[in-house]
C-alpha cells in the first residue's frame, strides 16, 4: 500500500515513474497508456531489446543520436519531441505524431511513415530516400536541403512547408499538395507528378527556373 500511495504521490509531482515490465526474454514490456516516457527510458528499453514501441507516449522526450532503428512506432506520440541526427532506419511510424519535433539530420531511410504527422517539424538535412511516406502531413515543415530521392509521397501534403534546396530524384509526389510550399532550388528530376494540381507544377517550374536564374548571375 505504502508504495502505490509513493507512485500516486510521485505523479501528482510530475515525475516519471518507469512502470514497464519485461518480458522473461527481455525482447518485450508493456507500455504503459498514461505514462510520458522519457529518451533515456525508451533507449534503456531498446538496449535491452525491445521493438515494440507501438503509440508509447514519448512526447518531449530528448533522444538526440539515438537509435532506434527497425524498430515498431506505430501510432506514437513524439509530438516537440528532440530526435536530432537519431537514426529510424526501417522504423515503422506510420500514424505516428511528430508535429513540431526537432528531427534535423534525422535518418528515415526505407521507414514507413504512411499518414505520419509532422506538422511545423524542423527537419533540416533528413533523410527519407526510399520512405513510404503516402499520405504524410507536413504544412509548415522546415524540409530544407531534405532527401527524398526515391521516396513515396503520393498525396502527401506540402503545404505552406519550406523545400529550399530539397532532393524529389525520383520521388512519386502523385496527388500530393504543395500550396504555398517554397519549392526553390528543389530538384524534382524523375519525379512522378501524375495527379499534381497543375498550377503546382507550373509554380514549381517557376521557382526552379527563378533559382537557376538567380545562381547563374550570382556566379558571373
Not at 3 to 18: E, F, S, V, Y
Not at 99 to 125: H, I, M, V, W
Not at 135 to 163: K, Q, V
Not at 184 to 212: E, H, K, P
Request: hydrophobic letters at 40%; one cysteine or more; a positive charge.
Amino acid at each position: 500500500m505504502a508504495t502505490k500511495d509513493k507512485k500516486a504521490d510521485d505523479a501528482q509531482k510530475g515525475k516519471i515513474i518507469l512502470s514497464a515490465t519485461l518480458r522473461s526474454d527481455n525482447s518485450s514490456a508493456t507500455v504503459t497508456a498514461n505514462k510520458i516516457y522519457t529518451g533515456e527510458e525508451i533507449v534503456e528499453l531498446y538496449q535491452s531489446g525491445r521493438k515494440d514501441f507501438s503509440h508509447i507516449n514519448a512526447k518531449g522526450a530528448y533522444l538526440g543520436y539515438a537509435n532506434l532503428s527497425g524498430v515498431n512506432l506505430r501510432g506514437a506520440n513524439f509530438k516537440y519531441a528532440f530526435l536530432a541526427s537519431a537514426n529510424l532506419e526501417n522504423a515503422d511510424l506510420e500514424g505516428a505524431d511528430l508535429s513540431g519535433a526537432n528531427l534535423p539530420g534525422a535518418n528515415f531511410y526505407c521507414a514507413k511513415l504512411q499518414e505520419t504527422d509532422f506538422r511545423y517539424a524542423d527537419l533540416t538535412g533528413a533523410r527519407f530516400s526510399l520512405a513510404d511516406l503516402s499520405g504524410a502531413n507536413l504544412p509548415g515543415a522546415n524540409l530544407i536541403r531534405i532527401d527524398f530521392a526515391w521516396a513515396n509521397l503520393t498525396n502527401a501534403n506540402f503545404s505552406s512547408a519550406n523545400l529550399t534546396g530539397a532532393i524529389l530524384l525520383h520521388a512519386c509526389i502523385a496527388g500530393a499538395r504543395f500550396k504555398n510550399a517554397n519549392l526553390r532550388g528543389a530538384d524534382f528530376r524523375g519525379a512522378d507528378v501524375r495527379g499534381v494540381n497543375a498550377a503546382t507544377i507550373g509554380s514549381l517550374i517557376n521557382q526552379m527556373n527563378l533559382f537557376i536564374i538567380k545562381t547563374f548571375h550570382s556566379k558571373r
